[in-house]
């Protein structure tokens, strides 16, 4: 996937469901068209179908459950991502944490099914750790900021470069990309002066009034 990216998380917010998951959606390719920036998505499960199939921009599932085909009533395995024709996954989000051994098998699982891996932490020692497991991207998301529209990339600056030091470290061939309150052109534009490749946000884009205008300017941000 092109850096520098825009990933929207859709979350559960009723704002993105259904009818209006396919209009942030489109918005979204609506910019990657005009500006050439990738922007991702990730729409409510029950919608990551219906998008898949009318947009032409990356499609990530918000999250899937660690399990094997087979009897387990209200799961959604990775396989069944892939078959939705996803591209990829958030995985570890700090609304839905896992293990550390199951990120390594979902991680290995991603590349055996060509599907990008995006795992979330919380800290510099925890990108650290979950880079060493060689996801595509690593997403920094202080959860004390996530929604507050306090950006990291302002707030936190540390916590970005750490991370960035940390991933360095350890010899991953993660991109790091950051969270966690980015709202604005400027919050991006910060986010990668500090270094990562992108960013990942929900409701700074999900609740604006203009969706589109938000995007717009974001993209003009990676520019």
Not at 8 to 13: C, L, T, V
Not at 78 to 101: C, M, P, T
Not at 168 to 185: D, L, P, W
Request: proline fraction near 5%.
């Amino acid at each position: 996937m092109k850096t520098p990216a825009i990933i929207i998380n859709f979350k559960a917010y009723q704002e993105s469901l259904g009818k209006r998951s396919l209009e942030l959606a489109k918005a979204a390719e609506k910019v990657w068209k005009e500006k050439g920036v990738t922007i991702a998505v990730a729409p409510q499960p029950v919608d990551l179908r219906a998008v898949v199939s009318h947009v032409e921009v990356p499609v990530f599932a918000q999250s899937f459950d660690l399990v094997q085909a087979g009897a387990f009533t209200g799961s959604t395995t990775l396989e069944a991502v892939k078959d939705s024709g996803a591209d990829g996954f958030i995985l570890n989000h700090s609304e839905r944490k896992v293990s550390i051994s199951l990120i390594s098998g979902a991680v290995g699982s991603a590349k055996s099914l060509k599907l990008i891996s995006l795992v979330c932490a919380d800290t510099p020692e925890a990108t650290g750790a979950v880079s060493a497991l060689n996801p595509d991207f690593v997403a920094i998301e202080p959860p004390e900021l996530i929604g507050t529209g306090i950006p990291v990339s302002k707030a936190k600056p540390e916590v970005v470069t750490g991370s960035i030091d940390r991933v360095r470290r350890v010899g991953s061939t993660s991109k790091v990309i950051c969270g966690a309150g980015i709202s604005t052109a400027e919050d991006v534009r910060a986010a990668l002066k500090l270094g990562t490749v992108g960013v990942l946000l929900a409701s700074g884009v999900v609740k604006a009034k203009d969706p589109l205008a938000v995007i717009s300017d974001m993209a003009d941000a990676c520019l």
